[in-house]
C-alpha cells in the first residue's frame, strides 16, 4: 500500500481567496486522483491527473476554480480558487495500487471557508 | 449519481459478526464492487472487492449474489475500532461511484 500526506490538515480562511493543497505520496504512481467531501455526504471525485498530461474534471467542475498540478510521479497539487462558504469540505487526494484495483486514500484538507 | 443503496445505519454488538448489505441493481457486467469504509476525520481505508465470485481476506468477506445485483459485507468479529461508515461502491473504469454508506455502530 501507499503512504500519502496531505498539507495543511485543515485552515480557515476567507472568502474570495485561494488556497493550495499540497499531495505526496512515499512511491511513484501513474494516476493520483483528487475528490471532495461535503459535510455529512459521501466523496465526489473532481479530477483525475497522470503526470504530465493536463487533469480531466468531472461534470461539474471546472479548472479555473480548481487547477491541478502534477509535476512529477509522486507529487500533486489542488487549488480551490476565489472561495466560497460553499467550498467548505473535505479534500482527499488518492492514488491507484501497483495492481490497478485499489485506491489508497490520504488523510484529508479540512477546509473552513468564511 | 450513485450506484448502489445502502441502510443508513446498523448495530452490531462486539464480538459478532457484522453483515452490511448493498443493492447495486444497475451494475454492469464488467464494473467491480468495492467496499471502503471510513473512519470519523480519517482518509477512506480500502476493505475489499470483487467482481462475481465471493471474495475474503484478512479484514472481511464479499458475498456477491448470482445475479451480481446484491452484495453483502461480512466482518466476522466486529470490535469497536470497527465502528466507521462504510461505503459499497461500483467501479465504473478507472472511477469508484460512491453511495451515502452505512454508519456501522459496534457496541459493547
Known amino acids: 500500500s501507499a503512504v500519502i500526506s496531505q498539507k495543511p490538515s485543515r485552515d480557515i480562511c476567507q472568502r474570495g481567496t485561494s488556497l493550495t493543497i499540497q499531495c505526496q505520496v512515499d512511491?511513484?504512481?501513474?494516476?493520483m486522483f483528487w475528490y471532495r467531501q461535503q459535510p455529512g455526504q459521501s466523496l465526489t471525485l473532481i479530477a483525475t491527473a497522470n503526470q504530465g498530461s493536463e487533469a480531466t474534471y468531472e461534470s461539474g467542475f471546472v479548472i479555473d476554480k480548481f487547477p491541478i498540478s502534477r509535476p512529477n510521479l509522486t507529487f500533486s497539487t489542488l487549488t480551490v480558487s476565489n472561495m466560497s462558504p460553499e467550498d467548505s469540505s473535505i479534500y482527499l487526494c488518492?492514488?491507484?495500487?501497483?495492481?490497478?484495483?485499489?485506491?489508497?486514500f490520504g488523510p484529508g484538507t479540512r477546509l473552513t471557508v468564511t | 449519481d450513485a450506484k448502489t443503496t445502502q441502510p443508513p445505519s446498523m448495530d452490531c454488538a462486539e464480538g459478532r459478526a457484522a453483515n452490511l448489505p448493498c443493492n447495486h441493481s444497475?451494475?454492469?457486467?464488467?464494473?467491480?464492487v468495492y467496499w471502503y469504509r471510513q473512519i470519523h476525520s480519517q482518509g477512506p481505508q480500502y476493505i475489499i472487492h470483487g467482481l462475481k465470485n465471493n471474495e475474503t481476506n484478512e479484514m472481511a468477506s464479499l458475498i456477491i449474489t448470482e445475479d451480481r445485483k446484491s452484495s453483502t459485507l461480512i466482518l466476522p468479529h466486529a470490535t469497536l475500532r470497527d465502528t466507521a461508515v462504510y461505503y459499497c461502491?461500483?467501479?465504473?473504469?478507472?472511477?469508484?461511484?460512491w453511495g451515502l454508506g452505512t454508519s456501522l455502530a459496534v457496541n459493547p
Open positions: 461502491i461500483v467501479r465504473v473504469g478507472r472511477k469508484l461511484i
Open positions: 444497475t451494475i454492469s457486467g464488467n464494473e467491480y
Open positions: 488518492s492514488v491507484e495500487g501497483t495492481g490497478g484495483y485499489e485506491q489508497y
Open positions: 512511491s511513484q504512481v501513474t494516476m
